[in-house]
């Protein structure tokens, strides 16, 4: 397990003076860079294996927003590596060790080169160190799109488009993984009621590609999918109501 601790900063608020769903993704993908790194795979060793990784599938449930100038701990752990896959929880709790926000995900390990998905090595699986996952029932990790959704994507219908620009732009050259999620919270009026999220990442977006993103209401929720003419990058989901979500606990 790797862990930091930290203070809710104002840059990282939203209107409310709650964590912004943004700088949530954020935190957690932070604390798995400085995994990776108390580890001796910084970017320069990775650079030099021609090694990314990209994140494939997000499940974040969150139980109660930081909020500003609280201090939090930021967890990590993997708990499965499988061939090219690797399977990583998270969690954001109190000092107290109240679980502020918890999380699954599943990363593919790519050759950055060949950008085709290699293999983990076995040393690198050893020295993250397995755990034990969060013992929580997860929506499923693949996300149908909805009729309705698909009628307007086939269509064109969307709510708004936006050029991919440098600031988007992570290590691995492409769209970071929370600005997807960043994209779909503009389609809700208000995302502090939002409390659960699921993400599914099919392709990745470069910059100046253009991308049009789409959304439909849906049982306690909303879906969403960001695309183009020759691609779907993502679609994802965020609900409301914990208890009214169908397939959890």
């Given at each position: 397990m790797h862990s930091f601790v930290s203070r809710v900063r104002y840059s990282e608020v939203d209107e409310f003076g709650l964590m912004?769903?943004?700088?949530?993704m954020r935190y957690m993908t932070d604390c798995s860079m400085f995994h990776s790194i108390a580890i001796d795979y910084d970017l320069?060793?990775?650079?030099?294996?021609?090694?990314?990784?990209?994140?494939?599938?997000?499940?974040?449930?969150?139980?109660?927003?930081?909020?500003?100038?609280?201090e939090i701990v930021i967890k990590t752990w993997p708990y499965k590596f499988r061939a090219m896959m690797g399977f990583r929880n998270f969690t954001i709790e109190t000092t107290d060790g109240d679980r502020l926000v918890e999380a699954d995900s599943m990363w593919i390990l790519m050759n950055l080169k060949k950008l085709k998905p290699t293999n983990v090595?076995?040393?690198?699986?050893?020295?993250?160190?397995?755990?034990s996952e969060v013992h929580r029932k997860?929506?499923?990790?693949?996300?149908?799109?909805c009729d309705l959704l698909q009628n307007k994507v086939d269509n064109g219908e969307c709510d708004y488009s936006f050029r991919v620009r440098q600031m988007h732009i992570d290590t691995n050259h492409h769209m970071n993984n929370s600005r997807y999620i960043e994209?779909?919270?503009?389609?809700?009026?208000?995302?502090?009621?939002?409390?659960?999220?699921?993400?599914?990442?099919?392709?990745v977006a470069y910059k100046d590609d253009v991308v049009k993103v789409s959304s439909?209401?849906?049982?306690?929720?909303?879906?969403?999918?960001?695309?183009n003419e020759e691609n779907e990058f993502a679609v994802i989901e965020m609900y409301e109501d914990?208890?009214?979500i169908d397939g959890i606990d």
């Open positions: 912004s769903i943004s700088a949530i320069e060793q990775l650079n030099e294996e021609d090694l990314g990784w990209y994140i494939t599938e997000w499940q974040v449930r969150i139980n109660k927003r930081p909020v500003l100038g609280q090595p076995q040393k690198m699986a050893d020295d993250f160190t397995c755990e997860w929506l499923s990790r693949k996300i149908p799109v994209a779909a919270t503009e389609c809700l009026d208000d995302d502090s009621k939002v409390s659960y999220i699921r993400a599914s990442y099919k392709q439909e209401p849906i049982y306690n929720g909303l879906q969403v999918v960001l695309y914990l208890g009214k």
